[in-house]
């Protein structure tokens, strides 16, 4: 059963600093110039927990998706700060936040964004390329572990063209949890999908995320997914209710 | 589409140098080959302006120069031999043949012409020109055993109607006197005013013919190092007081044309080569734009502006390298097929094919101007990957 949300004027009680996989306070971002500038997000403070799944729901243009990239370091703030494992980010140069999105979060977006030209193996292997932490033969055997662990070990060589739309978003799962990252955000990643394969999706990236103690933040429209998760925050006008 | 630009340039680029450079190589070596490096003809002498000591009109034989005028040029060489010998202490002089040159009417049974005589001594000839090689039909040693032998140029012979071992008459300018040759060899340098006027005899039997026992018209010097030759001739005129003319002089109205030649060559490949870079430009730049998404997801993974800059230029790279491979064997393959075209130049050199000459520096010139094409074709659009942010990029495609 996932808690009930939080209220503005009830803000949750502040966990332990080692609990918190990411933390941020009062964000603020304006998107657009001159007479279409917009305040999207108006001082959002908000907290991530390991092992939890957090569900951030809210109408078209209310500044979730915003928020989530800002998290994700793809995005720079206005003003306000942002804590990655403890360790303050949103004011450091782009190279340490590449470094930082490369260690600790994991992404899994609306659209797969798989390299068309690549096995699905290969696309997995991606990340761990990067970070490189782990010999060829040990990214190998870990991106096979993860393809087997979303039900897809026997379509290692296929190329993601070859893959149905739930594959590949089941692919794009895997990709985000090659590094074990802290962190894992999912901007609408059952949006593209039916019901049936969102469910199957949902459930993976759920289940293997509190396997590895990993946060989950999920921005969604779909309120059977959000109720499905540990805590719902809603949001309206760039800012939590 | 870069990829075939990369190759057709290089290839255009090899190809243009190997047939401009050809024909003026060909031409610069039928020059040296007919009248070598440096001819020195007249002597120098500077004339005074004078006066008589004792004034104008004074009658006196005494003479006091007042300054240089200006210079005189004596026709010939009077002693040739001693000037021969003071050639030889230039380092770059290799060699160097008298030649007696003068006018001539020549008569066949089917007509008769005027021509020159160049009264030459074989071997020293031989070094100082391509004589051997021009040799058509006959043989040189003929001309060299028997004094009374000649060499005439194909043209020649054919308006006269006259082959090898045939005999023809010469008569020396105002001489009355005929005398009988029979021709050794004839020989061909393809140009006209060559092959249609001289007329070789040996040193000796000129000599006789032209009455003039000693002397010579001119030399005939050639250079280990012909690209020296200016400075050589400059030196020599300077030391010895003989005008030397080096082949650049002799030759400056063709040698400008095939500069002007080479310079129209090199701007229409230029033009090609801008117009390749702007299309490898435009495709480099439209992968950037159709790639934001695969690139805004590699910077999600942790992957830099480095990175992805890399992924551009690396992939320029990979197609400058084979573009230029493959663009070598195509300069390779049409330069080869050029070389077989049958094409008939007479008049500033003889051949029957087309020209083309081959250098490894061609080939060397044609890659880097092709990298300097790729690298600035591809710099901008690289950086311009590496600029984009992902943020903005998912979040215009998110909706």
């Known amino acids: 059963m996932p808690e009930a949300s939080p209220t503005p004027s009830a803000s949750p009680a502040p966990a332990p600093a080692a609990d918190l996989a990411l933390r941020c306070q009062n964000i603020h971002r304006f998107l657009g110039i001159g007479e279409g500038r ?22 078209s243009g209310c500044g979730k998706s915003t928020l989530l990239y800002l998290l994700g370091l793809l995005d720079r703030q206005d003003d306000g700060d942002i804590w990655i494992n403890d360790r303050l980010m949103s004011d450091r ?32 292997m991606m990340p761990m390329r990067k970070l490189g932490r782990l010999d060829e033969a040990a990214m190998h ?27 590949q978003q089941r692919v794009a799962i895997a990709r985000s ?49 959000a109720g499905r998760c540990d805590v719902v925050r809603p949001m309206r006008d760039g800012v939590f209710l | ?11 255009l680029f090899v190809v243009t140098q190997a047939t401009t450079s050809g024909f003026e190589q060909f031409f610069i070596k039928t020059i040296l080959g007919t009248n070598g490096a440096i001819r020195i003809e007249d002597q120098i002498q500077d004339t005074l302006r004078s006066m008589e000591a004792g004034g104008r009109g004074s009658g006196s034989n005494f003479h006091v120069a007042l300054r ?17 010998d003071a050639l030889r202490h ?35 000839q031989l070094r100082v020109s391509d004589l051997e090689n021009q040799i058509v039909q006959g043989h040189l040693s003929d001309f060299r055993d028997q004094p009374n032998r000649a060499l005439l140029g194909r043209e020649m012979a054919d308006r006269l109607q006259l082959s090898v071992g045939d005999t023809f008459m010469l008569t020396a300018g105002d001489q009355t006197e005929a005398r009988h040759y029979r021709i050794a060899a004839l020989y061909e340098t393809g140009v006209t005013d060559i092959d249609r006027v001289r007329v070789y005899l040996n040193m000796g039997e000129a000599r006789s013919l032209l009455k003039k026992p000693t002397g010579a018209t001119f030399l005939q010097v050639s250079l280990y190092d012909v690209n020296r030759a200016p400075t050589d001739s400059t030196q020599i005129q300077m030391t010895l007081g ?26 229409t490949v230029s033009v090609f080569t801008l117009i390749a870079g702007l299309a490898m430009f435009n495709t480099l730049a439209m992968i950037v734009m159709e790639k934001t998404k695969e690139i805004a997801i590699l910077r999600s993974m942790g992957y830099t502006r480095r990175d992805i800059s890399q992924i551009f230029l690396w992939q320029a790279g990979i197609v400058l390298a084979i573009g230029t491979v493959v663009g070598w064997m195509l300069g390779a393959v049409v330069t080869y097929s050029l070389s077989n075209v049958p094409i008939h130049i007479r008049g500033i050199f003889a051949t029957d094919t087309f020209i083309v000459r081959w250098s490894l520096w061609h080939y060397f010139a044609a890659t880097i101007t092709a990298l300097i094409m790729v690298m600035a074709a591809s710099l901008i659009p690289a950086r311009r990957a590496a600029r984009l942010e992902p943020g903005d990029v998912i979040r215009g495609t998110a909706q």
């Open chain 1, 93 to 124: 140069s782009d190279g340490e936040r590449t470094a930082a999105r490369a260690a600790n979060i994991g992404f899994v977006f609306q659209f797969h964004f798989l390299m068309q030209e690549f096995t699905t193996l290969e696309n997995v």
């Open chain 1, 141 to 167: 055997a870990r991106a096979r572990d993860l393809l087997n662990a979303v039900g897809l070990g026997d379509k290692t060589h296929r190329l993601a063209t070859q893959l149905s739309g739930g594959e």
């Open chain 1, 38 to 59: 917009v305040h999207v997000l108006r001082g959002v403070t908000f907290e991530a927990r390991r092992g939890q799944v957090y569900a951030v729901v809210g109408p």
């Open chain 2, 90 to 124: 230039f380092e770059n002089v290799a060699g160097v043949s008298q030649v007696l040159t003068g006018p001539v009417i020549i008569r066949s049974s089917f007509k008769s012409e005027s021509v020159r005589v160049y009264g030459i001594n074989l071997d020293d």
């Open chain 2, 242 to 267: 003989y005008s030397a003319a080096s082949w650049q002089m002799r030759e400056k109205t063709w040698l400008e044309v095939f500069r002007a030649l080479r310079i129209s060559t090199a701007v």
């Open chain 1, 177 to 225: 949890l090659a590094n074990a990252p802290a962190i894992i955000l999912a901007d609408e990643p059952t949006g593209n999908l039916d019901q049936h394969n969102s469910g199957i999706v949902f459930d993976l990236l759920t289940h293997l995320a509190k396997e590895n103690g990993q946060a989950v933040i999920i921005v969604t429209h779909n309120p059977e997914i």
């Open chain 2, 68 to 84: 240089t005028e200006g210079k005189k040029y004596v026709e010939g060489i009077p002693e040739p031999q001693m000037l021969t």
């Open chain 2, 1 to 11: 589409m870069s990829l075939s630009c990369i190759v057709l340039g290089v290839g």
